[in-house]
Every structure is written in structure tokens, then in C-alpha cells.
T-cell receptor, first 109, second 113 residues
Framework: RKEVEQDPGPFNVPEGATVAFNCTYS??????FFWYRQDCRKEPKLLMS???SGNEDGRFTAQLNRASQYISLLIRDSKLSDSATYLC??????????FGAGTTVTVRA | ETGVTQTPRHLVMGMTNKKSLKCEQH?????MYWYKQSAKKPLELMFV???????ENNSVPSRFSPECPNSSHLFLHLHTLQPEDSALYLC????????????FGPGTRLLVL
């Protein structure tokens, strides 16, 4: 089993729609999780960190399910500017971390 | 944003060349990282430096040689690379280890001919 797995998508959604996708992880000891956003040919940028059961920032909600070992990201009221690849990141111990391959979201007008 | 800068942004090199990638962070962070991002693959962590000491070397071939002269600068020295080493090389920094938010530079897009 891969350390971090994501549905690659793409998720094609109309503006204003809600889209959600998951990231599963294998290390049950992981304590913190991150969602990064990466635009085409750009560097990843932090979208949200998750240290407990979840986090919410405006239209974005991340939820952590420790029992099933997955983190979800939900985007409400999608904007064209939300089109990007969303990377799930799971630190493993002090100096190791694993990236998922990313979930591509395309929001269409 | 100029928190983490990388030079050059693009590099084309032959398999016999020697080149170096440079990363500089202006955020006062104490940890720096090198990543490789190949097409359709997850980011691969290559090296981690904490307080200028290498704390992680993720089974990277010796043709990649990192150097961290101080907490703000990180280099990746390249020699006798292979075409499969062509990728985007990203530098990142954080205050503390990978449990903290990482800030990425824009990357160096490398092509090995």
C-alpha cells in the first residue's frame, strides 16, 4: 500500500458546485496533515493544515478520519481560480514526509 | 513573493556537465529541503537540512550532492546526470521539521540531454 494515495481525478465541476475528494494514508502514527495547492508549472503552496479532527477556511473544509485513515478536502461554491492540483502531505516522523500524487480539479464556467 | 528563491529557473545540461542549483530563503527558517518532481509522479523528498546539518538523505544517487553553508542557503551540485534526472527541482524551507508548514521556491526546471 502506498504511504499516501489520492484519487488523481480530474474532477471537472461547474462554477458554484461543491467538490470533495479524499486522501488515504498508511501511517497510523501521523499527527499532522497538510493540503497544498499547486498550479500548473508553479510551486506548491499551503492551502490548509490539519492537526485535529478538521479545519475550515472560508469555502474550504478539511476533515480527518483517524479510524479510517483518510483526510478529505471539500470546496464549496467553486471558483474558476480553484482549478489546480491539490496535494495531500503526511509527515511520517521528524524528518520524513510523503506527498500524494495530487488530485486535479478543473472548474468550468 | 520572494520568501524562497531559486536560481537558475531553467537549466539544460549534458550528461558530462557539472552544474549547481541554488536556493535562498529569507524567512528565518531553520530547515531546508530539496525535492524532485517528475511528470505524473508525487514529489520526492531528496535531502533535508536542519540547522545546517543534513538529517535525511532519501537514497539519492551520489551524482546529486547537497551543500548547506548556512541556514539561509542551500545548494544542489549536479554531475554526470542521466536523462531520467530531468525534472522540476524544488527547494523548500520550514521553521522546525516537516511537521510545520513548508514554503516552496519556484523551482528549477532541469533538462538533461
Amino acid at each position: 500500500r502506498k504511504e499516501v494515495e489520492q484519487d488523481p481525478g480530474p474532477f471537472n465541476v461547474p462554477e458554484g458546485a461543491t467538490v470533495a475528494f479524499n486522501c488515504t494514508y498508511s501511517n497510523s502514527a501521523s499527527q499532522s496533515f497538510f493540503w497544498y495547492r499547486q498550479d500548473c508549472r508553479k510551486e506548491p503552496k499551503l492551502l490548509m493544515s490539519v492537526y485535529s479532527s478538521g479545519n475550515e477556511d472560508g469555502r474550504f473544509t478539511a476533515q480527518l478520519n483517524r479510524a479510517s485513515q483518510y483526510i478529505s478536502l471539500l470546496i464549496r461554491d467553486s471558483k474558476l481560480s480553484d482549478s489546480a492540483t491539490y496535494l495531500c502531505v503526511v509527515p511520517r516522523n521528524d524528518y520524513k514526509l510523503s506527498f500524494g500524487a495530487g488530485t486535479t480539479v478543473t472548474v468550468r464556467a | 513573493e520572494t520568501g524562497v528563491t531559486q536560481t537558475p529557473r531553467h537549466l539544460v545540461m549534458g550528461m558530462t556537465n557539472k552544474k549547481s542549483l541554488k536556493c535562498e530563503q529569507h524567512l528565518g527558517h531553520n530547515a531546508m529541503y530539496w525535492y524532485k518532481q517528475s511528470a505524473k509522479k508525487p514529489l520526492e523528498l531528496m535531502f533535508v537540512y536542519s540547522l545546517e546539518e543534513r538529517v535525511e538523505n532519501n537514497s539519492v544517487p551520489s551524482r546529486f550532492s547537497p551543500e548547506c553553508p548556512n541556514s539561509s542557503h542551500l545548494f544542489l551540485h549536479l554531475h554526470t546526470l542521466q536523462p531520467e534526472d530531468s525534472a522540476l527541482y524544488l527547494c523548500a524551507s520550514s521553521q522546525g521539521g516537516p511537521q510545520e508548514t513548508q514554503y516552496f521556491g519556484p523551482g528549477t526546471r532541469l533538462l538533461v540531454l
